[in-house]
């Protein structure tokens, strides 16, 4: 379902590789923990698995797309095969749980049976049944967190990539989190989570890929985290679009409704 063979990332070209020569293969339903420290490349990973970012070198297929070759006009089409999550959130504050999922299915034009059919059946798959009405600001943390999980898979993709999904959590309701992504991965959905959380990787026994210097030194089924790597604690997310990244295809995942429904403005 992701397959990299030989990825080279370099964001400038005097910079050192963010990926270096990286080969995996994650099949179809796989449930992956993609772990290492700070700046091994976890991120990167991800951006370029949903063509947020463009290898240097190497080639990467998704979901059957040669991503070296996919058009940028096509990306959007990529995109509907893959829910992506982030560490914050990034709900529409005006609108409800049901509008927030609503708005990804009506912006890759979904007729309104289907719609009131698919949003009720999603937020009873991440345990939010009854909270349909409710506003972002009157969730918890780990509620909001599961508005974004429906959000992601709504569209029913194939690929769900979650980057440090528990990242603003207390460990207890982390793992309820990684649960959610559990069922959802018992739907025949590919789940790839980059995480730091040592505890949640070690108590759900997955398949185990670790990234340091942006080269993989473990891939491990049912891994442990193992390594001297950084404590669990919450962890700042990077300012969007710092200087000297390079050019991108499109609308990135977070702008593009298509994915997570992050839209600023709803046309
Ligand atoms: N936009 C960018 N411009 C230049 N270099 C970048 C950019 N984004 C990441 N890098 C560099 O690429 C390397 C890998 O970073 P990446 O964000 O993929 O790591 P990560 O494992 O996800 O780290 P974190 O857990 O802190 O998010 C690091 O050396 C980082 O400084």
Redesign the pocket.
Known sequence: MIRFENVTMK??AN??P?LDDVSLDIGRGEFVFLV??????????IQLTTRELSATRGKILVAGKDLRVLPDRRVPLLRREIGVVFQDFRLLDGKTVYQNVAFVLKVLGAKRHVIKQLVPETLELVGLEGKARRMPHELSGGEQQRVAIARAVVKKPPILLAD?PTGNLDPEISEDIVKVLDRINKTDTTVVV?T?DQGIVDRFGKRVIE?RG?TIIRDEQNGRYTEMLAPTAA?PT?PAG????PARAGRTPAEDPTITGNAPVER
């Open positions: 964001y400038g910079d050192a963010a290492g420290a700070s700046g091994s490349g976890k991120s990167t990973l440090e980059a730091h990234l942006g962890r990077r710092s200087p000297g990244r």
